[in-house]
């Protein structure tokens, strides 16, 4: 069965700190994975998407991984500022078809002063 | 652009009644999504179409739900009859497709649907 499992379920950090969130995926066949972020009551924005062959991909203070191999991705954020709070998709794209994505339920991070 | 539009962004109905959801994708995506967003279940793809045909529809719960897309600037998703089990937070999605594959949904503000 296709599955995406994202941890922790939710995080608090301190202004300013560094946080890593993990997503694993059991996909299969693999196209490409995105990560999103989605503000209270708003809709998912797209961070970053990664192909099978990407390692590592940043935008701002967003960096995330791929290990295709043992199937695991990761979300770091960097000097994490308040504008951060918000709930972090990880969304896996299955090649069956042409828009077959698979979602996690996400972390929501909370970036207290 | 605009982005994706979306209406009504709140939506409060008496079980029975019929909801009727409306989007407007981003001038020149080819393809529309529609979802569905709860606490239990996270986000949901429900329908999708491609050049204003339904491709995949497996998502939808049941014969209650039904979307069409009579145009590329329009697709509504109509619940008849509506259930307070149906209460979520809908949302409509648009993308153009590259060659690579490595399109980006850009998604609306969705709408609130409270049934009760």
């Known amino acids: 069965k296709n599955q995406v499992e994202q941890s922790p379920q939710s995080l608090i950090i301190l202004e300013g700190k560094n946080c890593t969130l993990q997503c694993n995926y059991t996909v299969s066949p693999f196209s490409n994975l995105r990560w999103y972020k989605q503000d209270t009551g708003r809709g998912p924005v797209s961070l970053t998407i990664?192909?099978?062959?990407?390692n590592t991909k940043s935008n701002g203070r967003y960096t995330a991984t791929l290990d295709a191999d043992t199937k695991q991705s990761s979300l770091h954020i960097t000097a994490s500022q308040l504008s951060d709070s918000a709930s972090y998709i990880c969304?896996?794209?299955?090649?069956?078809?042409?828009?077959?994505?698979?979602f996690g339920q996400g972390t929501r991070l909370t970036i207290n002063p | 652009d605009a982005g994706v539009i979306q209406s009504p962004r709140h939506e409060v109905t008496e079980m029975g009644q019929e909801v009727t959801l409306r989007c407007k994708p981003i001038?020149?995506?080819?393809?529309l999504f529609w979802y569905r967003q709860t606490m239990m279940r996270g986000l949901e793809l429900l329908i999708y179409f491609n050049n204003n045909v339904p491709i995949d529809d497996s998502g939808m719960p049941e014969d209650r739900f039904s979307a069409k897309m009579p145009n590329a600037s329009f697709s509504t998703l109509k619940i008849q009859p509506s259930e307070p089990r149906d209460s979520a937070v809908y949302f409509c999605?648009?993308?153009?497709?590259?060659?690579?594959?490595?399109?980006?949904?850009?998604f609306g503000p969705g709408t609130r649907l409270t049934v009760l």
């Open positions: 001038s020149g995506h080819d393809y």
């Open positions: 999605a648009s993308t153009f497709r590259t060659s690579g594959g490595e399109d980006t949904q850009y």
């Open positions: 969304v896996v794209s299955a090649r069956q078809g042409a828009q077959k994505l698979v």
């Open positions: 990664m192909t099978f062959s990407e």
